[in-house]
T-cell receptor
Framework: AQSVAQPEDQVNVAEGNPLTVKCTYS??????LFWYVQYPNRGLQFLLK??????LVKGSYGFEAEFNKSQTSFHLKKPSALVSDSALYFC???????????????FGRGTSLIVHP | NAGVTQTPKFRVLKTGQSMTLLCAQD?????MYWYRQDPGMGLRLIHY???????AKGEVPDGYNVSRLKKQNFLLGLESAAPSQTSVYFC????????????????FGPGTRLTVT
């Protein structure tokens, strides 16, 4: 079975400060990992993904995420937060070796990021 | 490309009425999904499809049916709506080949807000 946890329901950060949104995962094999962002009254938008290779992945809007296999984590980071980054962020995982051809990812419950001016 | 589109954007139903939500994608994706999003519950998978003519149950399939007669369309039906089906429904698609490599991130539609009274 695969699972993902986002331990914080809400993260508050001041504009200009670095931000981190945490994600930990569990899979039986190797993971495919994803981050999505959801702005109010909108669908989820893909931000970035880890498939293989470099543990530091860069994505849209200046976001990056670090894959840490030993800690089974994939935390989302940004060096300098903007008020416009305020949104709901979802982490998702899919086992590389998932059989049956379903390729269905599992989503975390989301973390609300609030960036204060 | 329009990406993933959903019809309608809003709908109010009375208990016992039926309706169909339409999802269309123009990206030639193999997989399509229907999710519902409720406060505090994150995203929950209703049904999904790994190809034209195939469908499978997700986490919360009861009370819903789906069909994928064409690769680009995925329909979600509610035969007899109940107040518990009040939610925001998202369609997504994924799984395609780009530059000879598989890509698994999902692309989401803008959502359908359904209220059942």
């Amino acid at each position: 079975a695969q699972s993902v946890a986002q331990p914080e329901d809400q993260v508050n950060v001041a504009e200009g400060n670095p931000l981190t949104v945490k994600c930990t995962y569990s899979v039986s094999g190797n993971p495919y990992l994803f981050w999505y962002v959801q702005y109010p009254n909108r669908g989820l938008q893909f931000l970035l993904k880890y498939i293989t290779g470099d543990n530091l992945v860069k994505g849209s809007y200046g976001f990056e995420a670090e894959f840490n296999k030993s800690q089974t984590s994939f935390h989302l980071k940004k060096p300098s937060a903007l008020v416009s980054d305020s949104a709901l962020y979802f982490c998702a995982v899919r086992d590389v070796n998932r059989s049956g051809g379903s390729y269905i990812p599992t989503f975390g419950r989301g973390t609300s990021l609030i960036v204060h001016p | 490309n329009a990406g993933v589109t959903q019809t309608p954007k809003f709908r109010v139903l009375k208990t016992g009425q039926s309706m169909t939500l339409l999802c269309a994608q123009d990206m030639n994706h193999e997989y399509m999904y229907w999710y519902r999003q409720d406060p505090g519950m994150g995203l929950r998978l209703i049904h999904y499809s790994v190809g034209e003519g195939t469908t499978a149950k997700g986490e919360v399939p009861d009370g819903y049916n789906v069909s994928r007669l064409k690769k680009q369309n995925f329909l979600l039906g509610l035969e007899s709506a109940a107040p518990s089906q009040t939610s925001v429904y998202f369609c997504a698609s994924s799984y395609y080949i780009i530059q000879g490599r598989f890509s698994y991130e999902q692309y989401f539609g803008p959502g359908t807000r359904l209220t059942v009274t």
